[in-house]
Each structure stands twice: as C-alpha cells, then as structure tokens.
Nanobody, 124 residues
Framework: QVQLVESGGGLVQAGGSLRLSCTASGRTFSNLPVGWFRQAPGGKEREFVAVINTSGGITSYADSVKGRFTISRDNAKNTVYLQMNSLKPEDTAVYYC????????????????WGQGTQVTVSS
C-alpha cells in the first residue's frame, strides 16, 4: 500500500505560481510512476495534467499545461512536485496525485493509489 498526501494548493491571481507536493509513505515509492490529475468544479471529469516515470527522466504533459507546468520528483524524499507557473483561471480545480505499478500511462482509472486532493483557485 502507498499513502499519498498532496499539499501546496491555495488561492493565487492569474499569472502567479504555485508548487504542489505529493509525499508518499508505505511501499517503495521510487518504483512507481506518478501522475497529477485535476477535477474542475461543475461535475467535470478528472483529467490528466502531467506524469513522471520512476527515475524522473521521462515526463509528459497535457497540451493545456505544456510550457507552464513542470513535474519533478525527489525519490530520496518520497516526493513528487508540480511547479505551476503562469496560472490561468481555467486551471482552477482540485489537484490529485496518483501512483501506479507498472508502465507510465495518462488514464486516471489505471492508477492504483490516490491522494485526497488539494484545491487550487486562480482568480482573474
């Protein structure tokens, strides 16, 4: 089992930055790919944001955040980060980190472990 805890969310003005953290406990975290997902208000589906492989050498991003967000990991600290720059109101959502066994994928329902989420609100 892996327990994931997100932190770093908050309220920020458009154009601002936030850094989210996802800290893990339990089984070996460094063996697991980790993704960030978000769910906007109004009943929208959870969507892929970014993913990173076990070593941190491979990353992938949704087109909507490419060039603005950066995912990274520090396996010594059992933590994955999401640096979010140039934030827009449409980035407002609850952000979740998730981990899985096996290959890197971007489909939420393929992930085995989820955090509780952290709210990010971007004001215009």
């Amino acid at each position: 089992q892996v327990q994931l805890v997100e932190s770093g969310g908050g309220l920020v003005q458009a154009g601002g930055s936030l850094r989210l953290s996802c800290t893990a406990s339990g089984r070996t975290f460094s063996n697991l790919p980790v993704g960030w997902f978000r769910q906007a208000p109004g009943g929208k589906e959870r969507e892929f944001v970014a993913v990173i492989n076990t070593s941190g050498g491979i990353t992938s991003y949704a087109d909507s955040v490419k060039g603005r967000f950066t995912i990274s990991r520090d396996n010594a600290k059992n933590t994955v980060y999401l640096q979010m720059n140039s934030l827009k109101p449409e980035d407002t959502a609850v952000y979740y980190c998730a981990a899985k066994v096996g290959a890197v994928v971007i489909t939420p329902n393929r992930y085995d472990y989820w955090g509780q989420g952290t709210q990010v609100t971007v004001s215009s």
